[in-house]
């Protein structure tokens, strides 16, 4: 299952999941980590090769983890990108009830994470429109002891969406620090992928956290802001918003869409990365011509 390994005490552990169409992302948001850490990276890609009916899911290329490794590497030799076929855990047990909805099913790979052995107890769990912006040593680095999970709330859902009334309580599942030992031990996963399976909801692997997480923290929006960039941004995530002027609408500009960052969100904080993006991106399709 593993086709990299070598993982250190000392290092910043990263999971991102999907199939081949997260690419862009992930070497976006892979480079925005790199520039805010010292520390040896440990980059883990889950993701799967799979037939739903007409729908084709091609994996992450191995030559794209290849090439990441081969980059991490040169600004830390302790660091790595490692790929993980969850192709047999997903077939074995996949979520039935929302296989047909229009959220894509490697969207709840990362509830397979607790069935890799070999996926360290503390992990980063990261979508792949999410860019790093400050040093996330101190969110990564949080006392865990006896809680499943760390995130943010949903900047929208925390209002509609709650498991106490009065209490806010419903997190963004894109920016997660995750205790697989605590979540091992709870069965949170496999309850949430019995969910995904019996029940069609709304953003499934998304609920079927927060309403059978029994322990998490809760961190300020810095660590993954979902509307705009402030100051204080640590992480940002570039996920559909709404907009009212001149007129009520939703945007959606991802990271990779750098025209689109510019022109639309008049965003110009993270064009270091872009052009670096560009220029290995360039590379990497070369050498793999």
Not at 168 to 187: H, K, W
Not at 217 to 236: I, S
Not at 246 to 258: A, G, N, R, Y
Request: charge should be neutral; hydrophobic fraction near 35%.
């Amino acid at each position: 299952m593993m086709e990299n390994d070598g993982l250190s005490e000392n290092c910043i552990n990263v999971l991102y999941c999907g199939d081949r169409n997260i690419e862009d992302g992930l070497v976006i948001s892979v480079l925005s980590l790199m520039k805010h850490t010292a520390e040896p990276l440990h980059i883990f890609v889950m993701t799967m090769d799979l037939t739903l009916g007409e729908r084709q899911i091609a994996p992450v290329s191995q030559g794209t983890v290849r090439y990441l490794d081969s980059y991490v590497k040169k600004q830390n030799c302790g660091s790595s990108v490692t790929r993980i076929d969850a192709t047999g855990l997903f077939r074995a047990e996949p979520p039935q009830a929302n296989l047909e909805t229009r959220f894509t099913p490697c969207c709840m790979l990362r509830l397979f994470a607790d069935q890799v052995p070999e996926l360290p107890e503390r992990i980063l769990y990261l979508d792949n429109d999410v860019v790093c912006r400050q040093d996330y040593a101190d969110f990564y680095h949080q006392d865990m002891e006896g809680c499943e999970l760390a995130g943010v709330l949903d900047y929208y859902g925390k209002w509609v969406f709650r498991n106490r009334p009065l209490h806010m309580d419903y997190v963004n599942s894109g920016v997660l620090l995750l205790n697989l030992a605590q979540i091992r031990e709870t069965g949170l996963f496999a309850r949430c992928r019995a969910m995904c399976r019996d029940k069609q909801m709304f953003m499934p692997d998304q609920s079927a956290i927060n309403k059978l997480t029994r322990s998490k923290r809760l961190w300020g929006r810095a660590y993954n802001e979902q509307r705009k960039l402030h100051r204080n941004t640590v992480f940002q995530h570039f996920t559909t918003s709404f907009r009212f002027f001149p007129w009520i609408h939703t945007l959606t500009v991802k990271p990779w869409q750098i025209d689109h960052m510019h022109k639309k969100l008049k965003l110009h904080e993270y064009d270091d990365i872009l052009q670096e993006y560009t220029d290995i991106t360039a590379t990497m399709k070369g050498s793999l011509l």
